[in-house]
Each structure stands twice: as structure tokens, then as C-alpha cells.
């Protein structure tokens, strides 16, 4: 018997236009549409005459559903996976449905379209040669602003996902981990009828964040211009030696705040600088 096939079929992330000819065949042909959540996804199937059956699979059942998923394609019934909005498994369950899939030899097929993350960087005027998707950062402060400190040196535009509660804070602790002057854009609402982007030093989007509530309301992507590539080349080799020096008696952190008071060099320079000289 021929095994069915998976198919990883993207959907619209606000406009119901924006879903390819294919998906819409694939999920009216399917056996079964596995959503993330049945009811949500009912309005947009609803929309396109799509009838087929419908499962649940979403992060608190994935696992246990993959026996089940596993059983149907074996069985060669063919499987469409879509999540509330966008790609699956970006932001999104799939991964080990996929990933199982893939070890048990079930061809994995994808039909792409929307993504958040892709769209804003296509609109945003950041650079896109090279970019790392970081997806949503922690909600506790501490934790958030240590993941953008590791992120310090990364030289590719960073893309993350943040929800209307926290765009603010999280725009606040770009500013004091990377600085006021780091090149940041917010897309929000993207294909929606108040799509904006907003692209400008972060100080001044944190502004323009605080300056109107409607700038706060709405789904958003986050977009960070990467570190100058080469950054630890314009510091002064000998205060670089001085912050590897100072950096043996205290953390990293410290020594560039030390470095820094002595030299009037900013800290986060200092610190992107320690990094890629360790890299290096
Ligand atoms: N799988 C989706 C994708 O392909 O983009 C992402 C799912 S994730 C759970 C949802 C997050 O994506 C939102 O909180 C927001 O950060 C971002 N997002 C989704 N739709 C968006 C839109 N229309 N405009 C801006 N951001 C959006």
C-alpha cells in the first residue's frame, strides 16, 4: 500500500487573500486538515468552501497525536497541517510531527505562502543578506534582556515576535542592552488595513511607540539591524587589551562598564567588541 502524503500548508496572516491556488486545492483534497485550533481555522475554510475533516494538533497534544497522524498516512490517507496563522513551525507546532514524520519515511510536503517574519523583512529597509529569526523573546525583563545580550554581535538583522503587551518594554531593553542609536523597525498589523512599519534609530521608535496608543495595538515583528561587522576593529587595540585584562578579574559586563567610565568609549561598543574579539 502506498503511504499518504504530509503536506505543511501556509495560510493568510490577516488578509483571507493571501492563500495560494495550491493550498486551497491541497486542503479541499485532503482526508484530513490537522489545526492548530479547529475553531479558528473553521472561518477560514469556511471561506473557501473547504469541507475536509478536521483534528486538533497543537503544543499540549502534538506528541500524542503523532501516533495517530502516523496511522492515517500509513494507511494512505493524506494529512494537511496549518496553524492559526502563517507557516507551521515557525512560532508554531509542527516540528515534531514533522520530524517523526520524516523518520518514519512519510513524504513531507510544503506549500509555502505567508510568514510574519519574512514579510516584514521584506518591507522593513533593514538588511536581508543575512538575518537570524529569534522568534518571541522571554517575557520576565532579566531573562529578555540576557537573550539580547548574547545577541550583541550577531551582524545579521535579528527577527523576533512580540505580542501588543510587551512591544514597549522590549523596544526599551533594545535601547539600554545595544543602544539608542541601533536601527530598529517595527511592522505591525502586516497585510491587515493598519499595516505600518515604522524604521528608525530605537530611541526614536520607543518614542513613537509611547506617542499614540494605536501604535501599541495589533500583532508586531520586531526587526534589530545586526552589529557593525568588524566593530572591535575601530576600538583601539590596547583598550582592547585592557578589557581583556580587566575582564580575568570580573564579568564580562562589569569590565566593559569599568573600561568604559576610563576611556568614554560607550559599553555596548566595548562589549560587542570583547565579543568578536573572542570569536575571533
Ligand atoms: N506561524 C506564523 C508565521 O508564519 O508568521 C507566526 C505565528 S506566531 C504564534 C504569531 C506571531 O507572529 C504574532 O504574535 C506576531 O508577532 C507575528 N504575526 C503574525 N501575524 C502578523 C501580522 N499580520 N503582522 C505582524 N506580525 C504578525
Same mark, same amino acid.
Given at each position: 500500500m502506498?503511504?499518504?502524503?504530509? /503536506?505543511?500548508?501556509?495560510?493568510?496572516?490577516?488578509n483571507? =487573500?493571501?492563500?495560494?491556488?495550491?493550498? %486551497?486545492?491541497?486542503?479541499?483534497?485532503v482526508?484530513? %486538515?490537522?489545526a492548530?485550533?479547529?475553531?479558528?481555522?473553521?472561518k477560514?475554510?469556511?471561506? /473557501?468552501g473547504?469541507? $475536509?475533516?478536521?483534528?486538533?494538533?497543537h503544543?499540549? =497534544?502534538?506528541?500524542?497525536?503523532?501516533?495517530?497522524?502516523? $496511522?492515517?498516512? @500509513?494507511e494512505?490517507? $493524506? !494529512?494537511?497541517?496549518?496553524?492559526d496563522?502563517?507557516?507551521?513551525?515557525? +512560532?508554531?507546532?509542527?516540528?515534531?510531527?514533522?520530524?517523526a514524520?520524516?523518520q &518514519?519515511g512519510?513524504?513531507v !510536503? +510544503?506549500?509555502?505562502g505567508?510568514?510574519?517574519?519574512v514579510a516584514?523583512?521584506?518591507?522593513? #529597509?533593514?538588511?536581508t543578506?543575512?538575518?537570524?529569526?529569534? #522568534?518571541?523573546l522571554?517575557?520576565k525583563?532579566?531573562?529578555?534582556?540576557?537573550?539580547?545580550? &548574547?545577541?550583541l554581535?550577531?551582524?545579521?538583522?535579528?527577527?523576533?515576535y512580540?505580542?501588543?503587551?510587551? %512591544?514597549? $518594554?522590549?523596544?526599551e531593553?533594545?535601547v +539600554?542592552?545595544?543602544?539608542a542609536?541601533?536601527? !530598529?523597525?517595527?511592522?505591525k498589523?502586516i497585510?491587515?488595513s493598519?499595516e505600518?512599519v515604522?524604521?528608525a534609530?530605537a530611541?526614536e521608535?520607543?518614542?513613537?511607540?509611547a506617542?499614540?496608543?494605536?501604535?501599541?495595538?495589533g500583532?508586531?515583528?520586531l526587526?534589530?539591524? #545586526?552589529?557593525e561587522?568588524?566593530?572591535?576593529?575601530?576600538i583601539d587595540?590596547?583598550?582592547?587589551r585592557?578589557?581583556q585584562?580587566t575582564?580575568? /578579574?570580573m564579568p564580562?559586563?562589569?569590565a566593559?562598564a !569599568?573600561? +568604559?567610565?576610563?576611556?568614554? %568609549?560607550?559599553? =555596548?561598543?566595548l /562589549?560587542?567588541?570583547?565579543? @568578536?574579539?573572542n570569536k575571533?
Amino acid at each position: 500500500m502506498t503511504t499518504g502524503i504530509l /503536506y505543511i500548508v501556509a495560510t493568510p496572516i490577516g488578509n483571507l =487573500n493571501d492563500i495560494t491556488l495550491r493550498a %486551497i486545492d491541497v486542503l479541499k483534497q485532503v482526508d484530513v %486538515i490537522a489545526a492548530e485550533d479547529t475553531r479558528h481555522s473553521k472561518k477560514l475554510l469556511d471561506h /473557501y468552501g473547504i469541507d $475536509s475533516k478536521l483534528m486538533a494538533v497543537h503544543d499540549h =497534544n502534538e506528541e500524542e497525536r503523532i501516533h495517530t497522524l502516523l $496511522s492515517l498516512l @500509513q494507511e494512505g490517507q $493524506s !494529512v494537511a497541517m496549518i496553524s492559526d496563522a502563517g507557516t507551521p513551525l515557525i +512560532s508554531d507546532p509542527g516540528f515534531r510531527v514533522v520530524r517523526a514524520m520524516r523518520q &518514519s519515511g512519510i513524504e513531507v !510536503v +510544503s506549500i509555502p505562502g505567508p510568514c510574519a517574519a519574512v514579510a516584514a523583512l521584506s518591507i522593513a #529597509g533593514l538588511p536581508t543578506d543575512r538575518f537570524l529569526f529569534v #522568534g518571541f523573546l522571554p517575557p520576565k525583563q532579566k531573562a529578555r534582556q540576557a537573550e539580547l545580550e &548574547s545577541l550583541l554581535a550577531e551582524t545579521g538583522t535579528l527577527v523576533f515576535y512580540e505580542s501588543p503587551k510587551r %512591544i514597549q $518594554s522590549c523596544v526599551e531593553d533594545v535601547v +539600554s542592552v545595544m543602544g539608542a542609536e541601533r536601527m !530598529v523597525a517595527v511592522a505591525k498589523e502586516i497585510t491587515k488595513s493598519f499595516e505600518t512599519v515604522k524604521t528608525a534609530p530605537a530611541a526614536e521608535v520607543l518614542s513613537w511607540l509611547a506617542e499614540d496608543q494605536h501604535h501599541t495595538r495589533g500583532e508586531f515583528v520586531l526587526l534589530v539591524q #545586526g552589529a557593525e561587522p568588524g566593530a572591535a576593529a575601530v576600538i583601539d587595540p590596547k583598550v582592547l587589551r585592557a578589557l581583556q585584562m580587566t575582564g580575568e /578579574y570580573m564579568p564580562l559586563k562589569k569590565a566593559c562598564a !569599568v573600561v +568604559s567610565e576610563l576611556t568614554g %568609549i560607550p559599553k =555596548n561598543a566595548l /562589549y560587542e567588541a570583547a565579543l @568578536q574579539q573572542n570569536k575571533g
